[in-house]
């Protein structure tokens, strides 16, 4: 929430924060995808179960499998490319 003058939050205030850097291996996921979805169809890729991860998400094995995610990646941009 935002702040008054007077150091009370004000409802409905929006906060803004700095945008945060993407991790350079999370920069690779995306190379794989930009040419075939959009940021609304990219992010719906990444939160969604994913067949080529067990139906797991993406985000989640980011951190544990990025070589995965990368082949489910590629696999995803090879099959929308038709």
Known sequence: ?????????APG??????????????????????????GWALAIWF???????????PVDLLGLNLSGVLEAARADRFVAAG
């Open 1 to 9: 929430m935002g702040s008054l003058a007077n150091g009370r939050n």
């Open 13 to 38: 205030s929006l906060k803004l924060r700095a945008p945060r850097k993407i991790k350079p291996a999370h920069q690779q996921v995306l190379a794989e995808l930009v040419s075939v979805f959009d």
């Open 47 to 57: 939160v969604q179960p994913n067949p080529w991860l067990n139906d797991r998400s």
